[in-house]
């Protein structure tokens, strides 16, 4: 009954470096979802995938670029790490359409960028 | 003006207390409505739907204004365990239906 799983917990990096953050989830749900949340700032919407095969940018994508390699595993990737992408990074997922089902979150992913 | 905003808070209410959240929302198509609890930087946890009629879940009642385009959350007879951030959560069809997240309202539940 794992739901959505997120790899690693935590992590630090040095800016520059690269690195993958991982989701999986096992509720064969169409849509799935990556967020940061940042203090004061709320949950903001990196990227977003509403069906297998299809990603879309949301409100802060820039310096980050997603894969969604079946439909069960939605990956985010920072290709070069900026101070400014330390944060909390949840993803999550939902059934059936957009917007009109509950997304459920994965426990979060720290990451911090020296 | 955001697309969802609540009173951040802090609520301090002792136990046993009810305690009502407001939250509006700017766009009148919006059809889904939810509430979330987020403990200390965890992950946001479903609290409940929000239905047009009302609904309620034990101690906690949620309330939709279509007209005046708010939601409420009441927590009657408050626990200790009901410290938390809660996050009103709308569906923004101009965003391709995507959720929309308010900042949160922290409710702290004092002995």
């Known amino acids: 009954n794992a739901g959505v799983t997120q790899t690693p917990k935590f992590q630090v990096l040095k800016t520059g470096q690269s690195m993958t953050l991982q989701c999986a989830q096992d509720?064969?749900?169409?849509?799935m979802y990556w967020y940061r949340q940042d203090p004061g700032m709320g949950l903001r919407l990196i990227y977003y995938s509403a069906s297998e095969g299809t990603t879309d940018k949301g409100e802060v994508p820039n310096g980050y670029n997603v894969s969604r390699l079946n439909k069960r595993e939605f990956s985010l990737r920072l290709e070069s790490a900026a101070p400014s992408q330390t944060s909390v990074y949840f993803c999550?997922?939902?059934?059936?359409?957009?917007?009109?089902?509950?997304?459920?979150f994965g426990d979060g992913t720290r990451l911090s960028i020296l | 003006r955001k697309e969802v905003e609540q009173d951040p808070g802090p609520f301090n209410v002792p136990e046993g207390a009810t305690v009502a959240f407001n939250c509006t929302y700017s766009n009148s198509a919006s059809q889904s409505f939810f509430w979330y609890r987020q403990d200390c930087r965890k992950e946001p946890k479903l609290l409940m739907s929000v239905y047009s009629s009302g609904n309620e879940d034990g101690r906690f009642t949620a309330q939709l204004n279509r007209a005046s385009q708010y939601i409420s959350l009441l927590i009657r007879d408050s626990k200790l365990s009901d410290s938390a951030t809660y996050l009103c959560?709308?569906?923004?069809?101009?965003?391709?239906?995507?959720?929309?997240f308010g900042q949160g309202t922290e409710l702290s539940v004092k002995p």
């Open positions: 999550a997922s939902s059934d059936g359409g957009m917007g009109y089902q509950p997304q459920h």
């Open positions: 509720m064969n749900h169409n849509s």
């Open positions: 959560v709308v569906n923004s069809y101009n965003q391709g239906g995507k959720l929309i």
